[in-house]
């Protein structure tokens, strides 16, 4: 009798072990992405794949922006309220503040439960950078997202805490799964501001400044009195 309750109990964990593993296993997950657009505003576009076996996971995509980088939180919220997307934005977004004076922060886009593929566009901005000796172009990191899965049961050992849902600012456990990366890293090349102009512009002025005055003053010892 005892044995025989062993035996299910066993079996019972065996069978929930093994289809746990199944639908972590189809998560299957795969994301696309490229950058559209040149200069200090651009667009991320993802193409999000999935197995239909795994709807019942919810799914995000966590990107950490770095301080060159931001997202317009006026411009995302008119994207939420048209249903375009569905997007959390963690942390206060100066849109105002130059690269050297910005924090990093993230964002978390919710994919929809019910599509194999679900793709997104997502705009962005560069921030300005501090002026450098050569002027040229500042190089920006985009990082690489994050996969956040949250199944009926675990998906993985990493557990991450996360917004619960776009409504909701209430963090909710989510496991990072590792997913099939199709793209490699982007650098993104911003323009920047050429310090050598400066000393040339101050010492064109002073030049000028002294040439006027010595024309005044030549003017006014030549003139008889
Ligand atoms: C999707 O899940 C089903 C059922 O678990 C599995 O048979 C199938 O191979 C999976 N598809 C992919 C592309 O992994
Ligand atoms: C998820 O795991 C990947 C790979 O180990 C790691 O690079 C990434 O930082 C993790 N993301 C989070 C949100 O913990
Ligand atoms: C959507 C997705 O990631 N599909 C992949 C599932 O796994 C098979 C085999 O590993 C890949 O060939 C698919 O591209």
């Not at 977004?93 to 997502?122: C, G, M, R, T």
């Not at 050569?134 to 996969?147: A, E, H, M």
């Not at 049961?153 to 456990?173: F, H, L, R, W």
């Not at 005044?216 to 030549?222: A, D, F, K, P, R």
């Amino acid at each position: 009798m005892q044995i025989q309750t062993v035996t299910t109990l066993i079996w019972f964990c065996v069978t929930v072990q093994y289809s746990w593993a199944s639908i972590c296993k189809n998560l299957n997950v795969s994301l696309t992405q490229k950058i559209d657009g040149e200069g200090f505003h651009r667009e991320i576009n993802w193409l999000l794949e999935r197995n239909k076996t795994t709807f019942p996971c919810k799914l995000i995509i966590k990107l950490d922006l770095s301080p060159e980088i931001f997202i317009n939180p006026d411009q995302i919220a008119d994207l939420n309220r048209l249903g375009d997307l569905s997007i959390f934005i963690d942390g206060d977004v100066d849109v105002e503040v130059p690269a050297h004076l910005a924090e990093k922060y993230s964002v978390y886009v919710f994919v929809s439960q019910i599509e194999e593929k679900v793709s997104f566009n997502v705009p962005f901005h560069l921030r300005y950078q501090r002026a450098q000796i050569s002027g040229g172009f500042g190089k920006v990191l985009l990082n690489k997202p994050s996969i956040l899965a949250k199944c009926p049961q675990k998906c993985s050992k990493t557990e991450v805490a996360a917004p619960c849902d776009i409504a909701n600012k209430n963090q909710c456990v989510w496991n990072n799964v590792s997913y099939q990366a199709l793209f490699d890293e982007v650098e993104l090349l911003v323009p920047v501001g050429d310090l050598d102009d400066y000393p040339l512009v101050s010492v064109v002025t002073l030049l000028l400044g002294c040439a006027g005055c010595i024309y005044t003053l030549s003017v006014l010892s030549t003139t008889p009195l």
